[in-house]
């Protein structure tokens, strides 16, 4: 019997020949990633200080730090907190990331994506990473130990592979593909588990598409989601990679715990009802639902094809009066190319409010709305509170979705505008 993705990289990672899925294992991460957010990272490095005694990390060049919150800073406490970070990263010559984009995104974008890579964070949507055949795990608090220790613990998952086939219709992105393995599967369909994507659909798919399915993985209940690395996100990866590894790839006799087969070729564009990731509803059941704004941004949609379908729905046409129409890039690698394509001059004559790339919008820290008032978004959640007062409702949707909302000032069908 062969062996996943997942198990052949944790094997290399524990320093053993081969290991199988439920084997407990010390494993050493090739990169240990965060972003500063209060009772994260300034704990961490004082815990560090205070109870292991470690004034220094001994590998500097395995840990990553973003600043991507609290972007730019309000309080005179959140620029105490970047301050903290930035000297913490000084002192350790770990490398910061400051004001280049949402820390997942950027993350692939320097390097951190290294296909055969091992990678931890306390936040689960670095999951991203594994379009490029990168483990990527949200350790949640237990990445502490990543920080005190060469290893973590961990016991090796299952894996869930899901075999996508089909072809896409207009009007139908990689946001909707997502939220469709959510209702096909359940929300705890892959719980403690990987989500390994393959399929000729998956090696059709842009690799934008795929960092947006792999970054929601969590909402399925995995621990990660991963791609067998093709050439063409080989291509992206390995120029940037910060370590030379070996890509590896499932065995055709791997063992998986499920195996799926789903068509896309009839998916229809989905909105993901609040209050919860796992209400997933057609979009024809919400058309003509008012909304008050409207959010197209966020380490899952915010990239050149959401704003490629935003603009192509927007172009000569306004944003409807009344409505709040925030556009929010991924990096500023992603901003600057929009700008040349002309993306953001199209989106800005339409009405939207384009900001530059930070994860504030995405968890309500700015363009709050308050009760009663309802959104459309690409954000990672529509729990109560997400975007401002628990009594506003948040509707997840695709980019093309949220522009030809903001255009009706209900929820709209973007096909006709296509």
Excluded at 4 to 11: D, F, H, S
Excluded at 46 to 55: H, L, S, V, W
Excluded at 253 to 279: C, G, K, M, N, R
Excluded at 334 to 356: D, K, P, Q
Aim: include cysteine; charged fraction near 20%.
């Amino acid at each position: 019997m062969g062996y996943t993705i997942t198990e052949k990289i944790l094997a290399r990672a524990a320093g053993l020949p081969a290991v199988r899925a439920g084997q407990d294992i010390k494993a050493k991460p090739d990169f240990v990633l965060a972003y500063d957010f209060p009772g994260y990272t300034d704990v961490y490095f004082k815990t560090m200080k205070e109870d292991f005694g470690i004034e220094r990390v001994a590998e500097p060049e395995r840990f990553g730090i973003f600043i991507d919150h609290m972007v730019p800073t309000a309080t005179a406490k959140e620029e105490e907190l970047h301050i903290n970070t930035r000297s913490w990263c000084a002192e350790n010559n770990v490398p910061l990331f400051e004001r280049h984009g949402i820390g997942h995104q950027v993350a692939a974008e320097v390097g951190y994506a290294t296909p055969g890579a091992f990678v931890v964070h306390f936040d689960g949507h670095v999951s991203q990473l594994g379009t490029f055949g990168t483990l990527a795990i949200g350790l949640r608090r237990n990445v502490m130990e990543a920080f005190v220790s060469d290893t973590v613990s961990i016991r090796v998952p299952d894996t869930v592979r899901v075999n996508l086939r089909g072809s896409l219709r207009p009007g139908v992105m990689a946001r909707d593909v997502f939220h469709h393995l959510v209702r096909r599967l359940g929300p705890s369909s892959c719980r403690f588990q990987v989500l390994e994507l393959g399929g000729p659909s998956v090696a059709a798919m842009s690799t934008e598409g795929l960092q947006t399915i792999t970054g929601l993985a969590m909402f399925t209940g995995a621990l990660t989601a991963i791609v067998n690395p093709d050439p063409v996100r080989l291509d992206y990866a390995l120029p940037r990679a910060r370590k030379t590894l070996e890509p590896v790839s499932s065995d055709p006799d791997a063992h998986y715990s499920a195996v799926h087969d789903i068509d896309l070729s009839d998916l229809e564009p989905i909105v993901v009802a609040p209050p919860t990731p796992a209400d997933t509803r057609d979009l024809t059941e919400f058309l003509g639902l008012e909304i008050n704004a409207g959010y197209l941004g966020s380490c899952a949609s915010g990239r050149l094809e959401d704003l490629r379908a935003a603009a192509k729905v927007l172009e000569g046409r306004r944003v409807k009066t009344g409505v709040s129409l925030h556009i929010v890039p991924t990096s500023q690698e992603l901003m600057a190319a929009a700008a040349r394509e002309g993306l953001v001059s199209t989106l800005v004559e339409a009405g939207a409010f384009v900001s530059s790339p930070s994860c504030d919008y995405c968890f309500g820290r700015i363009a709050t709305m308050t009760a009663g008032q309802r959104a459309v978004s690409t954000g990672t959640l529509n729990v109560r509170g997400r975007m401002g007062s628990p009594d506003s409702e948040i509707y997840l949707c695709n980019a093309a979705v949220v522009a030809a909302s903001a255009i009706e000032g209900r929820i709209a069908d973007p096909r006709p505008y296509l």
